[in-house]
């Protein structure tokens, strides 16, 4: 498991720090100042070649190197930061925002609009990514067959020990930030900003990492605040706040037949306010391979939830076309600890789990919801199909394992 996160985040203090000291005052450090290179800080000049040109040199420097944003509105198209670099010390820091290009088919396609690939040691620091997704929005509502797909704000592909620190999302056109591939990535401060209608605008999503930690964010969009998908493990997600949104999910998993699972997850310290669920677990009802084990959901507090604790096994959001096979994705060692608040459902607590594999080892610990709505004010209740495992200290509902 990931070490304790005061630990942790004193770590990456430190290593803000030393990179700012060793790129600002080291004797042969480089700046490469995105202004003098080109760019213009007046929300209407693209500015994507002065962007890649300091890259391009900080990723080639032997020495640390800093690429620098200062104060301003940049647009930039697609910019693609890829590694291998010459040195494991490169800061990007953000002082200004950048924007992306008001037509969405420049970026709709793309599938990113910043991408690191490839690299170790890279820290994103501050600033502002304005992908102004509102029109691609409009767009799916419309129903239109034209729209692209969109594109993900921030990705981080195939990197190790990568640092995001106080970096502010908004609107993206997709997810605001995909972790994939990578080893020890850290986001802190992390601030995303999106309607609660924007389609798929999760927040942060991990898939095929370990060692991915995110502290002390906050979260208000149209999909997961964080969602976690096939070969993850080894998270720690603490401080996090999410609402409105989805919720923080597991998957969703099982919809392929040869899947990694996911192990090994601490989320602690959250709060969630009037979102559509509160700690989930979601999987396919399809053969697979995959699974969930080893979980912790611990000190949790839900204001106006509508699912505050829920393992779906039978996942099919369209509500079309649903298998109904039977979720191959066992589930195991899931952990409730100091679980509280206030659930917009009679229903708080629902654990709808597969007949072919059943979900083990559910522990509950402090579990005190209570439904309230605007009609009425009742006891909530506790729902289980084929589901296992024991209970203890204050449980409101009453425990249906």
Not at 23 to 52: I, P, Q
Not at 78 to 84: A, D, E, K, Q, S
């Amino acid at each position: 498991m990931a070490n304790h996160p005061l630990v942790a985040l004193t770590t990456f203090m430190i290593m803000v720090v030393f990179v700012a000291a060793v790129c600002f005052t080291g004797a042969t450090a480089r700046t490469y100042n995105v202004k003098s290179l080109g760019a213009r800080a007046d929300g209407k000049t693209d500015s994507t070649k002065a962007f890649m040109a300091a890259w391009n040199s900080a990723c080639g420097s032997v020495n640390a190197a800093t690429v620098y944003v200062p104060q301003g509105r940049y647009i930039v198209g697609g910019l693609m930061f890829n590694g291998p670099c010459k040195n494991g010390a490169i800061m990007v820091r953000i002082d200004g925002t950048l924007v992306a290009p008001s037509n969405y088919f420049v970026l709709g396609n793309s599938q990113f609009w910043l991408r690191f690939y490839g690299v170790q040691g890279v820290t994103i620091l501050g600033g502002t990514l304005d992908a102004q997704g509102s029109g691609l929005w409009a767009c799916k509502a419309s129903k239109s067959k034209n729209c692209p797909a969109g594109a993900t704000s921030l990705g981080i592909y195939n990197s190790n020990n990568v640092l995001v620190y106080g970096v502010t999302s908004l609107n993206s056109q997709l997810f605001h930030m995909v972790v994939a591939g990578c080893r020890n990535v850290r986001v802190v401060g992390a601030n995303v900003v999106a309607p609660w209608n924007s389609p798929n605008t999760d927040g942060i999503h991990v898939q095929q990492s370990t060692g991915v930690t995110i502290l002390n964010s906050k979260f208000s969009t149209g999909d997961d605040c964080v969602s976690i998908g096939s070969g993850s493990n080894n998270l720690w997600i603490e401080g996090v706040s999410c609402g409105p949104g989805h919720g923080i999910s597991i998957g969703s998993l099982g919809n392929r037949l040869i899947e990694q699972g996911v192990r090994n997850v601490t989320v602690k310290r959250t709060t969630f306010k009037g979102t559509d669920n509160g700690l989930r677990i979601k999987a396919w009802a399809k053969p697979s391979n995959g699974f969930v084990d080893n979980i912790l959901f611990q000190d949790a507090i839900m204001t106006n939830v509508k699912n505050p604790i829920l393992i779906d096994q039978n996942y099919c959001p369209s509500r079309t076309n649903c298998p109904r096979q039977g979720s191959g994705v066992k589930i195991t060692n899931v952990r409730y600890q100091n679980v509280r608040g206030i659930s917009a459902t009679k229903v708080a607590v629902r654990f709808d789990c597969s007949k072919i594999n059943p979900c083990r080892g559910i522990t509950m610990q402090d579990v005190n919801l209570t439904f309230k709505n605007k009609r009425s004010s009742s006891a909530a209740s506790a729902y289980c199909v084929n589901a296992a495992g024991r209970s203890s200290g204050v449980m409101k509902p009453t425990s249906c394992l």
